[in-house]
């Protein structure tokens, strides 16, 4: 299947008959899932085309929210080490719904980020807390990382 990001070659082997994608961030092969792969295709997005530096990017970042155990896909930090952006990745079979965007609220609770973006590879949707408003506004696009 196609995915609506650039056509990016992810470094993929082969083992016991498992596919594996090398993660950049993690620095460590990861089984290969469609979930993984929109994951790994939107890193490079994030990095080649929003200049979003590799050594700023947690993947699957581990949360607590009311003593629950949680882990958000992608977190870019800001140079001060706090967190900028937040990223839920589905797989491009599953819809993105606002089951995805109350997830993803939800993290943000901890995280305390001021953008956050729900992806399937194939739709992408980011929005800008408001604070004032305890509300979030749909951007037209995903900001270069100097703009964060």
Request: aromatic share 10%; glycine share 2%.
């Amino acid at each position: 299947m196609n995915l609506n990001l650039p056509k990016y070659n992810l470094r993929i082997r082969l083992a016991d008959g498992k596919k594996s994608v090398f993660d950049p961030c993690r620095k460590k092969w990861v089984p290969l899932t469609p979930e993984e792969r929109v994951r790994q295709l939107f890193i490079r997005y994030l990095n080649e085309e929003k200049q979003y530096p590799l050594s700023l990017i947690a993947v699957e970042m581990s949360l607590r929210i009311n003593r629950n155990a949680f882990r958000s896909d992608i977190v870019v930090f800001g140079s001060q080490a706090a967190p900028l952006l937040a990223v839920e990745c589905k797989a491009p079979q599953v819809k993105i719904t606002q089951q995805a965007f109350d997830q993803i609220a939800r993290y943000n609770m901890q995280l305390q980020v001021k953008y956050l973006v729900v992806t399937n590879g194939m739709e992408h949707y980011c929005c800008r807390f408001l604070p004032d408003t305890n509300s979030y506004e749909f951007l037209p696009a995903i900001p270069d990382f100097q703009s964060l």
